[in-house]
C-alpha cells in the first residue's frame, strides 16, 4: 500500500535529454512523478536525429544543470555511456552502473537507487540482472518489455514496465482501465519512454498532456518516482 492506497503510478523516461525540461513542467502541472534515467559520462553531448522526416535535438544537459532541473522527482542510473550490457563482461558491467550511480548519486545529493536497461530490445539477461544485484547499489532496474498489466513483480532487477507511451492508443486504454480499475490487492501503472519523441511527433505534447490530465487527481492513486512505488 501507498500512503493507505492501492493504486499507484509512476513515469519513467530515458536519456537525459532537453525535452525533459518541457516534460517535467507538464508532469509538475497534474501533481505527477517520474524517475530520469541519464548517462553521467555524456553530460554535454549535443546529438541529433531524423524522425518523421525532421531532424531532433537530442542534447544533453550539464552536470550543474541536473540537480535543479530534476528536482521533486527522480535522478537513476542508464550506465555511463549508454552500454549494451549483456554484450560486457561482468566487471565492466558493474563499472558502467555502480559509476554512473556514484557520480548521479554525488550530483544530485541523495544515493541513487534506480536504474533502467539502456539500449532497446531484449537490453538485458539473467547474468547482468545478477551482477547489479551482488555488485552495485541498485534496488531495481527497468526494462523495456512491457506487461500491459498492473500486477506486482518480485524480481525488481528484471522489472518490467507497464506501457511504452509512443503506443498511444494502448497507453491510453490501460490508463482508463487502471482508474476504472477496484481492486483489494496493490497494482501498479508504470509508463516508460523517451521525451524527445514528443519532439519527433511519435507521439504529441498534446497527447502526453491529456494523458497527464487524464491520470491525475485521483483520490485513489498514489503518484510517486520509480523508487517511491517500488520500494514502498
Known amino acids: 500500500m501507498w500512503n493507505g492506497k492501492l493504486k499507484a503510478v509512476t513515469f519513467s523516461f530515458d536519456d537525459g535529454v532537453l525535452q525533459d525540461k518541457r516534460a517535467i513542467a507538464i508532469l509538475n502541472k497534474y501533481g505527477l512523478k517520474a524517475t530520469f534515467n541519464l548517462n553521467s559520462s555524456l553530460f554535454g553531448l549535443k546529438d541529433q536525429y531524423e524522425a518523421n522526416e525532421k531532424t531532433i535535438r537530442r542534447d544533453k544537459f550539464l552536470p550543474t544543470e541536473i540537480k535543479g532541473l530534476y528536482d521533486g522527482h527522480e535522478v537513476a542510473v542508464h550506465t555511463l555511456t549508454h552500454a ?70 518480485t524480481d525488481l532487477l528484471k522489472f518490467n514496465p507497464t506501457t511504452y507511451y509512443v503506443d498511444v492508443e494502448k497507453t491510453f486504454d490501460l490508463a482508463r482501465k487502471f482508474i476504472d480499475l477496484k481492486t483489494d490487492v496493490p497494482q501498479i501503472l508504470y509508463i516508460w519512454g523517451h521525451t524527445y519523441e514528443m519532439d519527433a511527433g511519435i507521439i504529441s505534447w498534446e497527447k502526453f498532456e491529456k494523458l497527464c490530465q487524464l491520470i491525475s487527481g485521483k483520490d485513489d492513486i498514489f503518484y510517486g518516482t520509480n523508487a517511491q512505488v517500488l520500494l514502498k
Open 84 to 153: 549494451f550490457l549483456p554484450h560486457l563482461a561482468d566487471e565492466t558491467v558493474t563499472w558502467q552502473v555502480e559509476q554512473d550511480r556514484k557520480t548521479l548519486s554525488k550530483i544530485v545529493g541523495y544515493e541513487v537507487v534506480g536504474m533502467a536497461y539502456p539500449c532497446g530490445g531484449v537490453n538485458f539477461d539473467d547474468r547482468v540482472a545478477s551482477v547489479i544485484k551482488n555488485t552495485t547499489g541498485v534496488k531495481y532496474a527497468r526494462t523495456t518489455v512491457c506487461t500491459h498489466n498492473f500486477d506486482l513483480q
